[in-house]
């Protein structure tokens, strides 16, 4: 059965903390060069892991390959937080890359 692997990476917060984690899965659909299918199979792991998550969802992305290759890159964010919180977070995660001469 055809399949598609998605890395998902999510972030959570409450009152006493944020907390990030990633997450590696397998979906099966019935055809792998169906990219609707792979979207709404997609789509349905997404929820599931936002609303299974024990903590409130900020933002995340997943990742979908097939067969090693990227073909789709999804985002989401939680509309319900104050954006400047969102980016205050996010900013934690921004990576810098310096030269020293």
Do not use: Q
């Not at 892991?49 to 390959?65: D, L, P, R």
């Not at 985002?75 to 030269?99: G, Q, S, W, Y």
């Amino acid at each position: 059965m055809p399949r598609f692997e998605m890395h998902i990476f999510m972030v959570e917060s409450d009152e006493e903390s944020v907390e990030s984690s990633e997450s590696e899965i397998i979906c099966w659909v019935k055809d792998s060069n169906n990219i609707k299918e792979i979207h709404h199979e997609a789509n349905k792991v997404i929820n599931e892991s936002i609303y299974g998550a024990e903590k409130t969802v900020m933002f995340g992305s997943a990742s979908i390959m097939v067969k090693g290759m990227e073909i789709l890159n999804l985002t989401f964010k939680n509309d319900e937080i104050n954006p400047d919180e969102i980016e205050k977070v996010m900013d934690l995660f921004e990576t810098k890359v310096e030269t020293i001469h």
